[in-house]
């Protein structure tokens, strides 16, 4: 899709920088600044490198300051905000348009001079190039200066004491890392500057504030009266032989062939499909791949790898990654649990999940049933019955079946649904007991491995008789007089909250309710929890209901689960609403009309991308991170389906 933002969408500095653009490289480095060209928060950075793929990231390059001098005038074309008395970059005044395709390309008019900036990175490097045109149509020469600020500090870390910085033969020396600039004009040694830079979208959430950047060099372009010249520039973490306009048309290329090869033919999907690459990334621990949860904040967790594979990988047509992707959690798995988190070096990996290893059995089945491989599902078989034979014995966290064969889950403080959040010794959402996305999934588990025991001709022991005993139990859930699922059955009052958990029981891959069950929950979530941007998280008839995520990071914490809206279930829903209707046209036709603002969705905050969540009482501006995988994971799920649905139609 092609995203335009005008001068209308930058009336104000504030509003210029609402907005941010995404590249990434395939190891965990990206490449995001906001739409303005400025750093408004200390974990974004023109050049974030991965030093060791996925989430070792060291930020590199910050950003660029930019100056335009003409007729006896200089004119900024970046823009930034100072935490000091030095006067803000103001470049957002000569915005003419932002337009975002594949890449983001700016265009500035100041006083008959037209420069254009073109930004892309290259695949598996840690690399990014920009590219200039400087059109001059005054009678007067006119010079465009660029100075890259360096960081050379881990991600999100924000400086305040000044770090030595040097310029040597063509790297850049910031602390102990190095950057490589090869740029089609000379870079001029200057003295070391250092700038402390306001990150205006980090203030209000309780991060850093500010924090310096420094530069040591500028980059000097000039163009005649009547020329139009340019400027190439390429920065990395070590010597690159690609030019800037090289790295720009293979991005280009490579997303074009992801588009074609998904089959999707929706606009909005094909975007999605382009967004689904930038959390597909190789994890240097296995030399397989992973999904990186989301930008900019998030690495490699199970839960979200699980939710967000299915619509990343298998609705994209890229099932080499999934079956890599599935290998690397396979190979993990301990306890019969696999990694909520993987963390670098010689760490152990954290196992406080317990839905990531239901969820690894039902893609499993979902991936087996896309391409037919038998024989991957004959080599993951060994780790799917060591997950079943834990959950039915008990592992850590509390996970264990109960006499019933419902599967509780936690003890003391910890929380083990994807509704983890803990501040200090609260747990704002206590899901101790027996969950209700954990016993579909556990459900849809047990039919999964009797269906693959009888493809793989291997012993199908008891899943189907264990599986009917759950769906027995799993009566429990329903209350007839609401028309929906208990959230948790523990013997306290938050059973009875009304949450997007109990969408899961309609969307496993074997559901466990009846048709008129499912039909009931889909409209009581709908009549509770739903929005066009997102489900909320829990009703806001509840006492315990925030309507607004904002604020240090206890009280955002305390309305994480408790009222905002998350992208990722609303896939769910749309997939809960055409199963219920029938799978007709009709019902994807109401979909698709329900899905009209999605393309807004994809304007607003990272453009191109999906959000993590946003407030549950006005859903407007996205919070949390600004692109999340299992947001763009669970809608190319729908649009997949929506797709299958019309043509079959037309067969």
Known sequence: MRFI??????????????????????????????????MTRADQALLMSARTAPNDRVALVARLQEELRCGGQTAFLSTQEFADATPPEDGWRHLSSLVVEDTPRWAYDVRGVRVTREVGMAYEQNAVAVVYTVENRTGDPCQMTVRPLVLGFEKGHAPLENWPVGLEGGCIVAGSQRVYLSASAPCQIEAPRYALQAYRHDAPDGRPEKGLAASVGCICVTAAPGETTALTLVLSDKPCDLTAEAILASHRQRMQALRSQSGLTDPVAQQLVSAADAYIAKRASTGGKTILAGYPFFGDWGRDTMIALTGCTLSTGRYEDARSILRTFLRYERDGLVPNLFPEGTAEPMYNTADAALLLVNVVWLYVEKTGDLAFAREAWPVLERIIRAYRAGTRHGIH???????????????????????????????????????????????????????????????????????????????ADKGCLRDVLSGTAADEQLRCNQIWAVTQPFPVLTPAQERAVVDAVHAHLYTPCGLRTLSPEDEQYHGVYAGPQSERDMAYHQGTAWVFPLGAYYLAYLRTHGGTVEAARAVREMLLPMEATLREGCIGQLPEIYDGDVPAFSRGCFAQAWSVGEMLRVYEALEAIEKADQA
């Open 5 to 38: 933002l005008g001068r209308q969408d930058a009336p104000t500095l504030e509003r210029a920088q609402e907005h941010c653009y995404l590249l990434t490289n395939g190891l965990g480095g990206y490449s995001s600044l906001s739409a303005a060209f400025s």
């Open 401 to 479: 079946m109960d006499a019933d064969g419902l599967i509780c889950a936690g003890e003391g403080l910890d929380q083990v649904t994807w509704m983890d959040v803990r501040v200090g010794e609260i747990l704002p959402t206590p899901r101790h007991g027996k969950p209700v996305e954990i016993n579909a999934s556990w459900y849809s588990a047990l039919r999964v491995m009797d269906a693959l025991s009888s493809r793989l001709g291997l012993d199908r022991a008891d899943y189907a008789a264990l599986a009917q005993r759950v769906k027995t139990s799993f009566a429990a859930f329903w209350m």
